[in-house]
């Protein structure tokens, strides 16, 4: 049977014409004449990355501070070996010659540190989440202002290569204002499992992991207003740690609207989809892991192109947010991955949080905490 509807629901076939790839700048920076001491706090896991792309990047790490001298002294004969260690972070701030401290500790335990060091008149990069509460935020932001120096959160998923990609295109106008963005994300993390700081976390997926995405979303969409989220969080049987394995959050705004859907617990066939579509074009990254993503996909009324990306999260990540820090002295200007600005983040993120557990929409910033 044949009808003039025989061709309902399908798209229109298209000529694909391959177009040049536009010139993204889209690598971690540094300053041009300006490579400062930097003093680093905390010595936990994730120090490691931090310690490493500083090394690889070129920048100056002069002391290194954590309670346990040996475990500071052990970062600093790995990384960089004329560093001074101490036990007590207090004296590395009363080092006049350091400028800039990288903060690395949990959130309770780092709130009194960043205090402390926009005291001191430290310019200060803060691990993420940069705080469990919206008010000591807004504290923290008035703090750095009333003592000349700048404070920055390392949300490093910003400069991993296809999200620094897509938000310096955005920037560029290449594909016009984004109307819709979707992050599908299936990863395997049960290495989690008996891990209790992670096994006590009631939303590990929505905060510890989601928060670089709710980030991210705010990064893509920085002129437009969030109106609305909606989120939920599952937990089923079968799954081997005690979080919700599953998530997902719906951010509505006027004209636009982004939507995330994590399944943390994806042994099988793992997989990372962004798609951002603008007024103007689309853009799409796909890779079996979010430190593998080594293609950018890029539709225009001009044709598409697919574009070879450098690098990887773990590495121009850490490199990124600490360059955006240090270039912004050096330019006096306030730095992308500011406090400030990511406040704006948290708002999504705390209100998926109240989202998944009220079973209710949520409006941002009507949610102050992560609790």
Known sequence: MSSENDDYGLSPEKQVKTIPAPAI???PKKPEGYNPAIGIIGTGGISDFHLK???TFGLNVVAIADHSLSKAAQKRDQYFPGATVYNDYKKLLEQDHIEVVDITPHPKDRLPIVRDALRAKKHVLSQKPFVLDLKDGKELVELA???????????NGRWAPHFSYMRNAINAGLIGRPL??????????????????????????LFDFAI????IASSFMHDQKAISVYASAVRYSQQMYTPPALGAAIIKYEEAQVTMAFNAHTKLGEEDVTTIVGTKGTLRSRGPGLNNQPTMELYTEDGEVKIPLEGSWFENGFQGTMGELLCAIEEDREPVNSAENNLRSLELCFAALASADQNKIITPGSITTAV
């Open 25 to 27: 700048d889209y690598l």
């Open 53 to 55: 792309n500083y090394k």
């Open 145 to 155: 202002k009333a003592n000349g120096v700048k404070l920055a959160v390392n949300q």
């Open 180 to 205: 819709s963005v979707d992050f599908s994300l299936q990863w395997d993390q049960t290495w989690i499992t008996g891990n209790q700081a992670f096994e006590n976390m009631p939303h590990m997926v």
């Open 212 to 215: 670089h995405w709710f980030d």
